[in-house]
């Protein structure tokens, strides 16, 4: 089997914020990057071109990045006509730079005027950290579990001290409506990084729950005096901290 690797020779703006675009090209420590959340830049002219008849067994699609803040996330999509409809490959947030290749063959069926360069695009999306949690999240208070969206500054939830469930208020609150990636576990969707407690120890959910979905809605953060938090299924989640 031949194995073709390209990297695209073209790239245009689909939402302002990416410098230098074009140093995305090629793997040589010279990156484009962003300041700027919801940042979107298109990728094209890969440049394939296979003798009619090529059999096509396998199709990955490449990406090498990493992002400066816990919670950022930098999202990989690949359109198959032309930039009109995207499929998301990977939502990731890597805090040291790597490059890794994901498996789409199963997604259709390959032929190669779709991998043609009238017809394949790829899309970085960046989004910058929140490390929030969805609308309707319960998290577990003295009264019972209630949405986070009802929870103020001062009052109470349940946390975790020393192994033992305690009371703790509620210091600090923030809201943002915004699309984003959402990682679901044990019932909590995050909206950026959070440490969790799993094993007996605090863990990026991230690295428990890579796999992401779109969510566009309100996000909201609360931070405890006590430093944590009980969401569903007794998962104990840290305030957030961008480390
Ligand atoms: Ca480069």
């Given at each position: 089997?031949?194995?073709?690797?390209?990297?695209?020779?073209?790239?245009?703006?689909?939402?302002?914020?990416?410098?230098?675009?074009?140093?995305?090209?090629s793997?040589?420590?010279?990156?484009?990057?962003?300041?700027?959340?919801?940042?979107?830049?298109?990728?094209?002219?890969?440049?394939?071109?296979?003798?009619?008849?090529?059999?096509?067994?396998?199709?990955?699609?490449?990406?090498?990045?990493?992002?400066?803040?816990?919670?950022?996330?930098?999202?990989?999509?690949?359109?198959?006509?032309?930039?009109?409809?995207?499929?998301?490959?990977t939502?990731?947030?890597?805090?040291?730079?790597?490059?890794?290749?994901?498996?789409?063959?199963?997604d259709?069926?390959?032929?190669?005027?779709?991998?043609?360069?009238?017809?394949?695009k790829?899309?970085?999306?960046?989004y910058?950290?929140?490390?929030?949690?969805?609308?309707?999240?319960?998290?577990?208070?003295?009264?019972?579990?209630?949405?986070?969206?009802?929870?103020?500054?001062?009052?109470?939830?349940?946390?975790?001290?020393?192994?033992?469930?305690?009371?703790?208020?509620?210091?600090?609150?923030?809201?943002?409506?915004?699309?984003?990636?959402?990682?679901?576990?044990?019932?909590?969707?995050?909206?950026?990084?959070?440490?969790?407690?799993?094993?007996?120890?605090?863990?990026?959910?991230?690295?428990?729950?890579?796999?992401?979905?779109?969510?566009?809605?309100?996000?909201?953060?609360?931070?405890?005096?006590?430093?944590n938090?009980?969401?569903?299924?007794?998962?104990?989640?840290?305030?957030?901290?961008?480390?």
């Amino acid at each position: 089997m031949t194995v073709t690797t390209n990297s695209p020779s073209s790239t245009y703006v689909i939402t302002a914020g990416w410098t230098n675009p074009t140093d995305a090209y090629s793997s040589d420590n010279v990156r484009t990057y962003t300041p700027t959340t919801t940042a979107a830049q298109g990728y094209g002219n890969y440049g394939f071109s296979f003798a009619a008849g090529t059999v096509i067994d396998k199709v990955e699609f490449g990406i090498e990045r990493y992002t400066s803040a816990s919670g950022d996330t930098i999202s990989l999509y690949y359109s198959v006509d032309g930039g009109t409809s995207w499929t998301l490959v990977t939502s990731s947030t890597p805090t040291s730079e790597t490059l890794d290749y994901y498996d789409r063959t199963a997604d259709r069926t390959w032929t190669l005027d779709l991998l043609s360069d009238a017809n394949l695009k790829t899309k970085i999306l960046a989004y910058l950290a929140s490390g929030c949690l969805i609308e309707g999240t319960k998290i577990l208070t003295p009264e019972g579990p209630k949405n986070i969206e009802e929870l103020n500054v001062g009052d109470y939830v349940v946390g975790n001290e020393n192994g033992r469930k305690v009371f703790s208020k509620i210091k600090a609150k923030t809201t943002h409506f915004l699309k984003t990636m959402c990682h679901e576990y044990k019932g909590t969707g995050f909206a950026g990084n959070h440490k969790v407690w799993v094993d007996g120890e605090w863990k990026n959910v991230y690295d428990i729950q890579p796999n992401a979905r779109e969510y566009e809605g309100f996000i909201y953060n609360i931070e405890t005096e006590l430093g944590n938090y009980y969401g569903e299924n007794d998962l104990l989640i840290h305030n957030l901290t961008k480390t």
